[in-house]
């Protein structure tokens, strides 16, 4: 198996070719996307889209959940943007006690009011087990209603900005090629006519809705190095990560799960896709990814039991009926990087 000879995505990464000379097609778009990219610039734009933002509404609205990016939307929002903010937090029915106390950490030390939505979770655990089975994977109606809330909570508060950081678009982008679909479109494809509108009210956004409302993402505007992130979070407001040490996806209690699944299914995991995003960025070396990835994904190799009980436990599923899905037959890349 080849790998790309910068970034180490595998070449079974979906729509992922390799050149003559050993490089993949996203190092290759990447160089040509941010050859001309000046930091100075992009702080100025954000600044001056913030300042808009801010005159059109006394508040905005960040979505966040306690995990690494957005916990640092909320402190840069805060301190460095002084802005009048509201979170809007959605609860996904996995809910980690980490992400819960980081969430109020920064609530208290940064006085701002968190809205929590939260949704009817026997149908949200409902989609899970549904997209699980017809997909593979699980976490497509969680992205959705995370999405969701803050269209939600600006829409009652009369607000138009809602401020995230989602990294798609940003020099640190890891769903490169579209490889993860938790798209809008998809969804409703998958789950076809099997779901009413009012059961989907508080998960879903159409397209129109979306258009009325302006999004910004920090870290399409600004340095965002991930150790250094956690660092600040830790040291500012005792940020915690899972306690298995995960600091990736800590809001959530099967995280460890979706990784396994996409291993299996996929052959890697979204820990690697993230390396490699941070590798093209300039923030990792190639040699240091490599190291990184072989430890991370190596742990994933191994089926994490507790995480996958409370699964099956709120799914209603089985251990067999997840044991005899299709979609999982893919060798782990990990064992053929050297």
């Known amino acids: 198996m080849d790998f790309c000879k910068k970034c180490l995505l595998p070449e079974t990464y979906p729509k992922l070719y390799l050149n003559s000379e050993g490089y993949c097609n ?13 930091p100075v610039k992009a702080e100025q734009e954000l600044r001056k889209k913030l300042e808009e933002a801010s005159r059109k509404n006394n508040k905005l609205v960040v979505t966040c959940s306690g995990g690494i990016d957005s916990s640092y939307v909320l402190y840069l929002c805060r301190t460095k943007y002084n802005l009048d903010i509201i979170g809007a937090h959605f609860d996904h029915g996995f809910q980690s006690k980490a992400a819960q106390e980081n969430l109020h950490n920064l609530s208290e030390s940064l006085h701002f009011p968190i809205i929590t939505v939260k949704p009817n979770l026997d149908i949200l655990y409902k989609l899970y087990r549904d997209f699980l089975l017809r997909t593979g994977d699980f976490c497509t109606p969680c992205c959705q209603g995370c999405c969701r809330v803050g269209f939600i909570v600006a829409g009652s508060h009369n ?10 678009g940003s020099r640190i982008e890891f769903n490169v090629l579209g490889m993860l679909k938790h798209h809008y479109e998809r969804f409703m494809k998958i789950i ?5 509108s009012e059961e989907l009210q508080a998960l879903l956004t ?11 993402s920090l870290p399409q505007y600004i340095h965002w190095d991930e150790r250094e992130i956690i660092n600040l979070l830790k040291n500012e407001f005792k940020w915690k990560p899972l306690p298995n040490g995960r600091t990736r996806y800590v809001d959530c209690l099967i995280a460890d799960v979706a990784d396994y699944f ?16 941070n590798i093209r960025a300039g923030f990792i070396d190639p040699e240091q990814g490599r190291i990184m990835i072989k430890s991370k994904e190596a742990k994933i190799t191994e089926e994490p039991r507790e995480a996958i009980n409370i699964l099956l436990d709120k799914t209603m599923l089985t251990r067999k009926q997840i044991e ?15």
């Open 26 to 38: 996203v190092c290759v778009a990447y160089e040509q996307k941010f050859k001309n990219y000046d």
């Open 159 to 168: 607000i138009q900005t809602i401020i995230h950081g989602g990294v798609s």
């Open 192 to 196: 076809e006519d099997d779901y009413s």
């Open 206 to 216: 159409p397209t129109d809705e979306i258009k009325k409302f302006n999004l910004i």
């Open 262 to 277: 996409l291993q299996r299914k996929f052959g890697f995991s979204r820990q690697w896709m993230i390396v490699s995003a």
């Open 324 to 338: 005899g899905l299709p979609f999982y037959t893919s060798e782990p890349a990990v064992r053929y990087l050297r």
